[in-house]
């Protein structure tokens, strides 16, 4: 998955999140890190309704990797809370179509496939919190690589609710030690987007054997002298939903996530 960002020449229309929601539902396809910087972006999961009430106490057990912004009403793709022409069936680059647990699709539109019963949950996302790094001149390799967050599958348990359980996923990125004390002193100030780190360092204590080969999607490595760490990932109701295995299910594909019009600032706490 080591897709790199499009030329510079797109980035001053997706500074704006109601442009870049309209990039992407007239079928643009790029990873969503550092589009419309400063705006709140969001992990997704759309479930029948059937399966939301589970699904919502799954994500108030488990607040670290699933922190939730909004729910939608059944059926409704709006969510206006986040965003006024917000549109769940187009407005992401890229989503995930899944069917009893297994993901069987890759789409960039699911209008087409979507029901009168479907709940959306917009979750928080940890573009936000990089977001307040790079404003405090502390660089990400990832970033300045043009590539998505590297994430790994651990032995972390997340707490069950109904059917909804299973391992957390992580995001990681490694810093000088300095530098790795100032990220967790910003995130901590960000809980709606996943708050401070779940680890640091030594990998292995929570699965992660090879942090070239166990990566999820891109592999960015820790260079000498620098700290990884490690933050819950809005990737985990994947998992749940892998678990659960509800007849159909709909989440944004990772690194692809929904741009709102809500600005981050507005999730810090002091």
């Known amino acids: 998955m080591n897709v790199v960002n499009p030329p510079e020449k797109d980035s001053a229309a997706l500074a704006d999140p109601r442009q870049a929601r309209l990039a992407f539902r007239n079928g643009l396809k790029r990873h969503t890190s550092c589009v419309a910087p400063g705006y709140v972006q969001a992990n997704l999961a759309i479930l029948p309704r059937d399966w939301a009430s589970d699904f919502l106490r799954f994500c108030q057990r488990n607040p670290k990797p699933c922190p939730l912004l909004a729910t939608s009403e059944p059926g409704d793709p709006a969510l206006p809370v986040l965003g006024e022409d917000i549109d769940l069936r187009r407005d992401l680059g890229s989503y995930r179509v ?6 069987v699709d890759t789409v960039q539109d699911v209008s087409d496939l979507w029901q009168d019963d479907f709940v959306a949950f917009a979750l928080g996302c940890s573009f936000s919190f990089e977001q307040a790094i ?3 001149g502390i660089r990400m390799r990832h970033v300045d690589q043009g590539l998505g967050v590297p994430m790994y599958r651990t032995n972390i348990q997340t707490a069950p ?3 909804f359980g299973g391992d957390m996923i992580v995001s990681m990125r490694s810093f000088r030690p300095a530098d790795a ?4 002193q910003i995130t901590s100030r960000f809980p709606s987007v996943h708050g ?5 360092g030594l990998p292995h204590l929570i699965g992660i054997r090879d942090m070239d080969a166990d990566a999820l999607g891109w592999q960015v490595p820790v260079a000498e002298g620098e700290i990884p760490l490690f933050w819950a990932c809005g ?3 994947q998992v749940a939903i892998g678990t659960a295995r509800p007849p159909i299910a709909i989440s ?3 690194g692809y996530m929904l741009v709102t019009d809500r600005l981050n600032s507005s999730l810090a706490v002091m």
């Not at 004390?181 to 967790?184: E, F, G, T």
């Not at 401070?196 to 640091?200: F, K, L, R, T």
């Open 134 to 136: 790079l404003e405090d």
């Open 181 to 184: 004390i100032r990220a967790v």
């Open 161 to 163: 609710a109904g059917p």
């Open 252 to 254: 944004h594909d990772p």
């Open 98 to 103: 899944w069917r009893d647990g297994e993901h």
């Open 235 to 237: 990737v985990t109701p």
């Open 196 to 200: 401070a780190p779940v680890h640091v």
